[in-house]
Structures are given as C-alpha cells and as structure tokens.
C-alpha cells in the first residue's frame, strides 16, 4: 500500500523510483514488490516495461484485503458486526445467521447469473425471519463529509521544495499495533511534519475503505447536533459512524486537537468519540476504532477536556526530524542549496521540515551558505523582512501592519481565525497568494497557513508590547495560545543582544507580576531552548544563571527535567495497565521520561565546563539532570564518560568535606 501511495504522490517516473531505490527512504520489501510488478507486467507483455509505464500502472494499482473464507478471518468477523447494526435487537435470529443466510443467497445468484435489489433481498429476509431496522441514506451528509475532508487535506503540503519524503517509518506505523489505546497522538516540535505525516495516513487509510476527518480549524457548532448543522449534516454521528464501519479499522483523524480551545467544539469532538464507542464495541476483547490526532509536544496535559472514559489513554508518537540522508535527498534536488550540508551550524534547521521548505525560497536562503539563518529567530526575522516585507518596500509594510493586526485579532479567537474587516485587501491577496495565510473557503475569514506563520506574527505584536509586556498579558486574560509567541520573544532578545541584559529585565519583569501565572516566568525563563544557539545563549546569561546560588540555573533544570521530556511509549503502555487514571499514568510514565536530545546535550555540555562554579544546590540539581541521562542513553552515547568522571569528582570532594 504505501509503495502504491508513494507512486501517486510522485510528480514522475524517475522521482518515484529514485525514492524507493534510495536506501534508508525505503524499506527493501517495497523495492522487491516493485521489481515484483515490473517482472509479472514484462511476463505480460512479452517486452521490457519502461519506467514511464511501470509507474503509471502502479498510481494506478489499488490492493483490497478481502477474505471471507477462512475460519474467523478478520473480514468475516468485521462483516459480522456490521451486520449487527441493521437487525433490531433480541428480536429473531442474529447477525451471524443474516451473514450464513447471505452467503447461500449470495452462492444462489451467482449460479443463476441472477441480481437482487435491495428492495427484493430486503423483503426475501424479512420473509426468512429476519427483523431489519429501517435503513438511513447517509450519502449525501457523507458527501459533505467528505468535502470537508478535501478542504482540510488540501490545506496541508507534505512537499519541501516541491519534493514529497516517504518518511516510511512515521507512515507506516498502524492503528492496530498500539494495543488498546483510544488515541494515536503524533506530537513534536512546530515545523516537524506532523500534519504531514497525518495526511499521508489518511491517504493510507482511505485506500480501503471511508473515514471522518477533521481540523481545529473546523469545528464549529455547539456538540455534534451545532456541528452538523453547520456543516448542512441531517443524519445523527451514529448513523455516520455505521455508514463508515465498513473500514476493516475505523478511524477519525482530527488534526491540531490541542488547538480545540471552544467549549462548544469539544463537546464535538466528545459526543463524536463516545458514539464512536457505542456504535463499535471491542469485538473479542480488540479495540475495533481509533482516533489519530496531532497535538504540539508538551500538549499532552492540556487535553483534559477529553472523555476520559472514552479515551482512557492516550499513545503518544514522536515525530522525528529528518534523518540525514532525507536532508540529502532534498538538498540533491536543489542545487543552489547543496553546500549547506556542509554547514554544521545549519544541522537543526535543515532537520526542520518546514524549515527546510523555508530555506528553498530564494529570498530567504540567498546564494550565499554563510549567511544563510541558522535558528528560527533568523529565519523568522529574514521571513519578516524579505517575504512579507518585500525588502522594506510600501507594500511590505502594509503586509507586515496586516499580519500584526491578524495576529492582534486571533489572540483570543477559538480555532484561530480572524475576519477580514477593515483590513488592506490588497496585502490580504498577495500574502493568500504566497501562502501565509488561507481563506475559509466562502467566507471572509482567514487564518494563518501554518502555527510558526502565527507564531512569528504574534511575536512582532509583543514586540511592540514589550516594555508593559506583563500587564498587556493581563489584559488579554492570559491566553495559552501566546506561550510559544513568549519564548521566542525571551530567545529573540537574547539572540540580538551582546548579552543578556534585556532578557533578564523582562524575566524580573514577570517574576514581580505576582497576578500572572508561573507559565509566563518559565517561558521566558526557557527561551534558550528554543534556540539552535543554546549553549552560546547559556554563555551569555552565565551572570545571571549563577548569581543567587544558582537560583535561576536551578529553576532552569528542573524545568530541563519536567518539560523538555517525552514520554516513553513502552512505560506509558505500561502504567496504563496499572494506573487508576489517566492522569495517575502520565505522572508514573513521567517519572521515566525521555530528553529531548538536543536541549539536553548542549545544557549538559555547558554545565560540564562550568561545573567549579555550582553552588552546593546547584549542584544537586544538575546531578539529578546527569542521573537521568546516564540512565536514559546508551552506553556509546556522548557525554556519558565525562559526566560519570565529574560525579566520581563530586564524590571524592564529598567525602573530603
């Protein structure tokens, strides 16, 4: 299935098989079905096949699992339960006789080359005993449905620069392995390809059969009956759901699910999960939906509001960065940009995928490697100049003063959108025409094209904001969708200054508005993270880290070891079983957690060359930061001698004092 997909997204012959020929983009199994389908087509033919030919059969090949003969197949089973859905209950025989009933029916037609329409098969079993429940015509609401599902997916690029990744081992993970878990959340870093990585599952998925799939950014309504009104929707969600049960392993994918802020959207999204529930029951003990989301990392406590009953856990997945040999795969594709490999200060932005796709616009990357942004704050800045502001041209700055009152509207807008009102329509065309925004289609309403878009929009509005930045904060009730826009505006001042003057005045600044929550402090706080520069940028607020014992240097930590973590998928599985909450089983797994490489690394390499200038609390703070590294790397993983030789250190000095 997935080399028939690759092929369809391919844009030719040579592009398609230059992905599944390059080692470590493709398995050696889809290479070997391909030569396979070249084989059996030159049988065929009686000549060789041409790669042109080769690849037009395979877009156009579609692989159906379907067995119906074997002892409890699957597909049996899963006709079965259908089944089950059209006979009123304990009334006459069940849903395993219709299925028997069916087949003989089924064998009786096909030796006389008769047809039977529904009208006559519907009359001919209820003659037999069988009670129908009346049947519902969803096909019009499922072709809203899926009208919807085109205007998400096509919102969503999976290309860098004109060239889509097979990212096969992301894609390929099933459903069905991840044991009895309610939710698939794929979470990562903003710009990482989550929604990407959704959207060619869903492509996958809807090879064998029909799934509902929706979006932060649509979902309206008040609960599903305010959903499907505003959709045009007239059958109720479990008729819906029955109507799409014919999928061996019902799914609904909903993108951005940690955006989902109205109230009323996620009564949707619950009433939607726990029909889902009702009308596909576990059959033998197995899980028979799934729900596939993407929420940004550290999202995973903010989805409280779920139905815990329903969702009683949650798998997350993180999204990788791209491996090298993608980076190269695309880089080969872009000769102006082949020498950036080279540039080991651009390794975390090349990783980046939308980054990346970034890098290939000529205004951002230029033609020069050397000055070619190596951090997201570079990258926005260039971005902020070149692409919106035309290079400092009029109708720059009227873009730049659109995208500062787009971002001004949606501070506390649901789902993250703004009306066009008032605004410059000419800066809303051309900034709709180069893809940082989108416009609902009918509707005068925009919202930005991807989150680092709204981000960097958001970050130019508390620019400007930011000698009162605490009590502006305050004003607006504190939004939590302005929380990243807040580190980046901590890391932007420490990347532009000479030192870290301006960043530890804004930090004072909050930690003396006593009124505003502590997340505040601790973006700003944790800003360095953000940044590719993140030792350089510990180099600069050394003063400030170590003064006080170490106060900040220790609030730095424990925030490096409580959310700078994943969780680890096979404990998470783990305290599922054993947790009375979910809650209880997040916190067990966090206890475990996995660092997040790069934050980890360079912190622990700056606490290492400045490990004689610890305070005695500071020190046990960064002890307990090595612990967990030295547990959770491998032993050929770096840092893991010199951190195990300053702890024997720390230790002699112990006993000594």
Same mark, same amino acid.
């Given at each position: 299935?997935?080399?028939?997909?690759?092929?369809?997204?391919?844009?030719?012959?040579?592009?398609?098989?230059?992905?599944?020929?390059?080692?470590?983009?493709?398995?050696?199994?889809?290479?070997?079905?391909?030569?396979?389908?070249?084989?059996?087509?030159?049988?065929?033919?009686?000549?060789?096949?041409?790669?042109?030919?080769?690849?037009?059969?395979?877009?156009?090949?579609?692989?159906?699992?379907?067995?119906?003969?074997?002892?409890?197949?699957?597909?049996?089973?899963?006709?079965?339960?259908?089944?089950?859905?059209?006979?009123?209950?304990?009334?006459?025989?069940?849903?395993?006789?219709?299925?028997?009933?069916?087949?003989?029916?089924?064998?009786?037609?096909?030796?006389?080359?008769?047809?039977?329409?529904?009208?006559?098969?519907?009359?001919?079993?209820?003659?037999?005993?069988?009670?129908?429940?009346?049947?519902?015509?969803?096909?019009?609401?499922?072709?809203?449905?899926?009208?919807?599902?085109?205007?998400?997916?096509?919102?969503?690029?999976?290309?860098?620069?004109?060239?889509?990744?097979?990212?096969?081992?992301?894609?390929?993970?099933?459903?069905?392995?991840?044991?009895?878990?309610?939710?698939?959340?794929?979470?990562?870093?903003?710009?990482?390809?989550?929604? &990407? $990585?959704?959207?060619?599952?869903? =492509?996958?998925? *809807? %090879? #064998?059969?029909?799934? /509902?799939?929706?979006? @932060?950014?649509? !979902?309206?309504?008040?609960?599903?009956?305010?959903?499907?009104?505003?959709?045009?929707?007239?059958?109720?969600?479990?008729?819906?759901?029955?109507?799409?049960?014919?999928?061996?392993?019902?799914?609904?994918?909903?993108? &951005? $699910?940690?955006?989902?802020?109205? =109230?009323?959207? *996620? %009564? #949707?999204?619950?009433? /939607?999960?726990?029909? @889902?529930?009702? !009308?596909?029951?576990?059959?033998?003990?197995?899980?028979?939906?799934?729900?596939?989301?993407?929420?940004?990392?550290?999202?995973?406590?903010?989805?409280?509001?779920?139905?815990?009953?329903?969702?009683?856990?949650?798998?997350?997945?993180?999204?990788?960065?791209?491996?090298?040999?993608?980076?190269?795969?695309?880089?080969?594709?872009?000769?102006?940009?082949?020498?950036?490999?080279?540039?080991?200060?651009?390794?975390?932005?090349?990783?980046?995928?939308?980054?990346?796709?970034?890098?290939?616009?000529?205004?951002?990357?230029?033609?020069?490697?050397?000055?070619?942004?190596?951090?997201?704050?570079?990258?926005?800045?260039?971005?902020?100049?070149?692409?919106?502001?035309?290079?400092?041209?009029?109708?720059?700055?009227?873009?730049?003063?659109?995208?500062?009152?787009?971002?001004?509207?949606?501070?506390?807008?649901?789902?993250?959108?703004?009306?066009?009102?008032?605004?410059?329509?000419?800066?809303?065309?051309?900034?709709?025409?180069?893809?940082?925004?989108?416009?609902?289609?009918?509707?005068?309403?925009?919202?930005?094209?991807?989150?680092?878009?709204?981000?960097?929009?958001?970050?130019?509005?508390?620019?400007?904001?930011?000698?009162?930045?605490?009590?502006?904060?305050?004003?607006?009730?504190?939004?939590?969708?302005?929380?990243?826009?807040?580190?980046?505006?901590?890391?932007?001042?420490?990347?532009?200054?000479?030192?870290?003057?301006?960043?530890?005045?804004?930090?004072?600044?909050?930690?003396?508005?006593?009124?505003?929550?502590?997340?505040?402090?601790?973006?700003?706080?944790?800003?360095?993270?953000?940044?590719?520069?993140?030792?350089?940028?510990?180099?600069?607020?050394?003063?400030?880290?170590?003064?006080?014992?170490?106060?900040?240097?220790?609030?730095?930590?424990?925030?490096?070891?409580?959310?700078?973590?994943?969780?680890?998928?096979?404990?998470?599985?783990?305290?599922?079983?054993?947790?009375?909450?979910?809650?209880?089983?997040?916190?067990?797994?966090?206890?475990?957690?996995?660092?997040?490489?790069?934050?980890?690394?360079?912190?622990?390499?700056?606490?290492?060359?400045?490990?004689?200038?610890?305070?005695?609390?500071?020190?046990?703070?960064?002890?307990?930061?090595?612990?967990?590294?030295?547990?959770?790397?491998?032993?050929?993983?770096?840092?893991?001698?010199?951190?195990?030789?300053?702890?024997?250190?720390?230790?002699?000095?112990?006993?000594?004092?």
């Amino acid at each position: 299935q997935t080399v028939l997909t690759w092929a369809r997204n391919s844009s030719s012959a040579a592009a398609f098989l230059g992905r599944i020929g390059q080692q470590g983009l493709s398995h050696k199994n889809h290479r070997e079905f391909t030569a396979l389908i070249r084989s059996r087509l030159t049988a065929a033919s009686g000549q060789p096949v041409s790669d042109d030919n080769l690849w037009g059969f395979l877009r156009s090949m579609v692989i159906l699992h379907f067995d119906l003969l074997t002892g409890g197949s699957r597909d049996a089973t899963h006709a079965v339960n259908c089944l089950r859905h059209v006979l009123q209950p304990d009334a006459g025989p069940g849903a395993a006789e219709l299925f028997s009933r069916l087949r003989v029916i089924s064998a009786e037609v096909n030796r006389s080359a008769g047809e039977y329409t529904r009208e006559i098969l519907t009359q001919r079993l209820q003659g037999d005993g069988f009670r129908l429940v009346p049947s519902s015509d969803c096909r019009e609401d499922l072709a809203r449905l899926d009208a919807l599902k085109e205007h998400i997916l096509d919102d969503i690029r999976t290309d860098i620069g004109g060239l889509t990744l097979n990212r096969v081992e992301a894609v390929e993970a099933p459903a069905g392995q991840y044991g009895d878990a309610a939710m698939l959340l794929f979470t990562g870093p903003p710009g990482v390809g989550k929604s &990407g $990585i959704w959207k060619m599952l869903v =492509d996958r998925h *809807r %090879l #064998a059969g029909p799934s /509902l799939i929706l979006s @932060a950014d649509r !979902v309206d309504g008040k609960g599903w009956l305010g959903f499907a009104r505003s959709q045009g929707i007239s059958r109720t969600a479990e008729e819906l759901l029955l109507a799409m049960s014919t999928h061996s392993y019902p799914c609904i994918f909903i993108d &951005g $699910i940690d955006r989902i802020e109205d =109230d009323g959207s *996620r %009564l #949707a999204v619950n009433d /939607l999960l726990r029909t @889902a529930e009702k !009308v596909l029951p576990p059959v033998e003990g197995c899980r028979r939906w799934w729900c596939i989301a993407t929420a940004r990392e550290g999202s995973l406590g903010q989805l409280t509001w779920l139905d815990r009953k329903v969702v009683q856990q949650i798998f997350p997945v993180r999204i990788p960065e791209l491996a090298d040999e993608e980076v190269r795969l695309v880089l080969d594709e872009q000769p102006r940009l082949r020498a950036l490999s080279s540039q080991a200060r651009l390794k975390p932005i090349l990783r980046n995928p939308f980054l990346l796709d970034l890098l290939t616009d000529r205004r951002i990357a230029g033609d020069e490697a050397e000055k070619v942004p190596a951090t997201e704050v570079e990258v926005s800045d260039v971005w902020w100049e070149r692409v919106v502001g035309r290079d400092g041209q009029s109708e720059g700055r009227e873009r730049q003063q659109a995208l500062v009152e787009a971002a001004r509207r949606l501070i506390n807008a649901p789902r993250r959108r703004f009306p066009d009102g008032g605004m410059p329509p000419d800066a809303l065309v051309t900034l709709e025409a180069d893809r940082v925004i989108i416009r609902d289609q009918g509707q005068n309403v925009y919202r930005f094209s991807h989150d680092l878009l709204e981000d960097w929009s958001l970050l130019r509005l508390l620019e400007q904001r930011r000698q009162d930045l605490p009590a502006y904060l305050r004003e607006l009730g504190q939004p939590h969708g302005l929380l990243r826009a807040v580190r980046l505006l901590g890391c932007m001042l420490l990347e532009r200054g000479e030192a870290a003057d301006e960043w530890a005045e804004l930090l004072r600044a909050f930690e003396q508005a006593a009124e505003l929550a502590p997340r505040w402090r601790q973006a700003v706080l944790t800003a360095p993270f953000l940044s590719t520069r993140l030792e350089e940028l510990l180099d600069k607020a050394r003063e400030a880290l170590l003064a006080e014992d170490g106060r900040l240097l220790i609030d730095l930590l424990v925030a490096l070891r409580t959310t700078e973590v994943d969780v680890d998928p096979r404990i998470a599985e783990t305290t599922a079983a054993i947790a009375d909450s979910p809650a209880e089983a997040l916190a067990l797994a966090l206890r475990f957690p996995l660092p997040r490489w790069y934050a980890w690394y360079w912190t622990l390499h700056w606490l290492l060359r400045h490990s004689t200038e610890l305070s005695e609390a500071a020190r046990h703070e960064a002890a307990r930061i090595m612990e967990i590294w030295q547990e959770r790397s491998g032993p050929d993983d770096p840092l893991r001698r010199e951190v195990g030789e300053l702890a024997f250190a720390w230790l002699e000095q112990s006993d000594e004092d």
